[in-house]
Structures are given as structure tokens and as C-alpha cells.
């Protein structure tokens, strides 16, 4: 759908809703990488997806339902993401710990002298 919006594929050239179907995500979770966030959105591409035909009846709700495995898609990315940024509703986490030795760092260290 957002592939449409520019343009429609003409014979011999390549349809890029292929490749953005799993890039548009991926990046999404790149910049909004939070398993915090990234589980709602997952929850709500999945209830989407499982309570699809109870949902079609509802008028209001076909809009939504076109977008349900960009939803569940962009929420597993965020949560992947989030996992390897450590971070959870934007508080840092320590799951995997550090490479830096942060106790010998000292505030003092950096002031100009």
C-alpha cells in the first residue's frame, strides 16, 4: 500500500513492496528500538490477526486490518532491537552487561584544570 502511493509497477520493472515489507519494519525497529513499546505493538498486530474475522465486522475496523502484519512485524523488530539496545520503555537496562570499565571513570577526570 504505501509501495501504491508512488507509483504502480509497469511490465518488466521489479514490484518493491517485496523488499519493503521486511525492510520497513526492520528499519522502523532501528530507530525505535524498545522492547517496551515494540510489545504493544506486537500485541496489537497479534490480537489484529487473531480476532480478524470478528473484527471484519466492524466497519470501522478495515483500515486497521490492511496494516495487522506491519503491526506485528514492526512490534517483533522493536522488540529485537529493543533487546539488543537494553532499553524498556526508554529506561536503560543492564541485561548483557558492558565492555567499558565504568568504576574507574572519575567526574573529575574530565574538568579543565
Not at 24 to 29: G, I, V
Not at 36 to 44: E, K, P
Not at 84 to 100: K, R, S, V
Request: charged share 15%; net charge negative.
Amino acid at each position: 500500500m504505501t509501495v501504491d502511493t508512488y507509483k504502480f509497477a509497469t511490465y518488466g520493472e521489479i514490484n518493491p513492496a517485496i523488499f519493503q515489507v521486511v525492510t520497513f519494519p526492520f528499519l522502523y525497529a532501528v530507530m525505535y528500538g524498545d522492547y517496551g513499546h515494540g510489545f504493544i505493538f506486537f500485541m496489537l498486530g497479534a490480537s489484529l490477526c487473531m480476532f480478524e474475522t470478528k473484527l471484519r465486522k466492524i466497519p470501522a475496523m478495515k483500515g486497521l486490518l490492511v496494516t495487522r502484519y506491519f503491526w506485528l512485524m514492526m512490534g517483533f523488530f522493536a522488540c529485537y532491537q529493543g533487546f539488543i539496545y537494553n532499553e524498556f520503555f526508554a529506561i536503560n537496562n543492564d541485561w548483557f552487561g558492558t565492555c567499558y570499565d565504568v568504576a574507574s571513570f572519575k567526574p573529575e577526570d574530565t574538568a579543565d584544570k
